[in-house]
């Protein structure tokens, strides 16, 4: 495999710093999805944690990081997770946490930034909006500026999922994985491609949010002037160059799917499976919908990556029709 930035050695050592509350998440056969979906899917369940999202595993390694420099002080922008797991992962560290939302963001998770004791400052516009407000802050009060896919401790430490697929006994075929920014998917992705080659790596992004998936596509960077998905957190415009090149080397595909797929797909998790999750966690599910044939006997990993979603909004997704298949 050609080099990415991320380091097998050093995804190693970050289980080391992160807190094992995050670590060694369930992962397990859902029988009951192989009728409808016509495939074995193993849900890797990134909700059963204090912030219900995968995005602890970076923030650990970052916080881990600045404690030991004794940089006290640290701004992201987010729409919602990491922004939360910063917050949990600065408390316990002494860190002072600021993290830059859109005042559009889901409530929930902006009120979890807040219970969890870091100062939040809305912008009036969308993620891209918060990312250029959170670097002026930094350049501002020489706060450290942890950018979401950028920084590497936010990869390497999604990476750690990666560790604990391969250790799976049996073997699967394919992993599924949301595609925001990049970190879950270069994350994962190298640990696959170094350790477990034989498996693909698939990579879902909403079709209202397409623009690391047309950049991977057009192996360049391509931006879009707006994102128009209920999948919030992968609802990015602008790629940052340096996750597309490792995202080139790591990813098998990338696909865009439907927001009436996603909601199915929500839909399905809650309905044989139990969980209640975010839009984003529903894409690897939503990605089978679509593409049946591709899938079918295929043994499926779906990483669930987040569960912090505003509960007037899920009934309104799920609630008021009974599934139907596309």
């Excluded at 997770?81 to 002494?94: E, I, T, V």
């Excluded at 839009?279 to 569960?307: K, M, Q, W």
């Amino acid at each position: 495999m050609q080099e990415t930035r991320l380091d097998t050695a050093r995804i190693q050592a970050a289980r080391r710093v992160i807190d094992p509350v995050f670590l060694d998440t369930p992962l397990y056969h859902c029988e009951a999805l192989q009728p409808d979906l016509g495939c074995a899917v193993s849900i890797k369940l990134e909700t059963a944690n204090p912030v219900r999202s995968f995005k602890a595993r970076g923030t650990e390694v970052a916080a881990s990081l600045l404690a030991d420099r004794g940089s006290p002080t640290v701004v992201c922008a987010s729409a919602g997770n990491l922004g939360q797991a910063l917050a949990w992962s600065g408390r316990g560290r002494g860190l002072d946490v600021t993290v830059v939302a859109s005042r559009f963001a889901t409530v929930a998770k902006l009120d979890r930034i807040r219970a969890l004791g870091a100062r939040l400052e809305l912008v009036d516009g969308d993620h891209e909006m918060a990312r250029e407000r959170a670097a002026a802050i930094a350049r501002y009060d020489g706060s450290r500026l942890l950018e979401d896919s950028l920084d590497l401790e936010t990869c390497e430490g999604a990476a750690t999922i990666g560790l604990e697929l391969v250790d799976t006994v049996p073997s699967f075929d394919a992993v599924l994985i949301a595609l925001g920014g990049g970190a879950l998917a270069t994350g994962v992705g190298h640990v696959m491609k170094a350790l477990a080659p034989e498996v693909e790596v698939i990579c879902v992004q909403p079709l209202g949010a397409p623009a690391m998936t047309h950049s991977w596509r057009g192996r360049r960077v391509v931006t879009t002037d707006s994102a128009d998905t209920i999948a919030d957190g992968v609802a990015g415009r602008r790629p940052i160059p340096a996750v597309l090149d490792d995202l080139l080397l790591v990813a098998d595909d990338a696909v865009l799917v439907q927001e009436a797929s996603i909601i199915a797909g929500m839909r399905m998790l809650l309905d044989h499976a139990g969980l209640v999750v975010e839009p984003s966690a529903a894409l690897g599910i939503a990605a089978i919908l679509e593409d049946r044939d591709r899938f079918a006997g295929r043994h499926v990993v779906t990483i669930v990556c987040g569960s912090n979603v505003d509960m007037n909004a899920y009934h309104r997704w799920v609630g008021a029709t009974p599934l139907r298949k596309p």
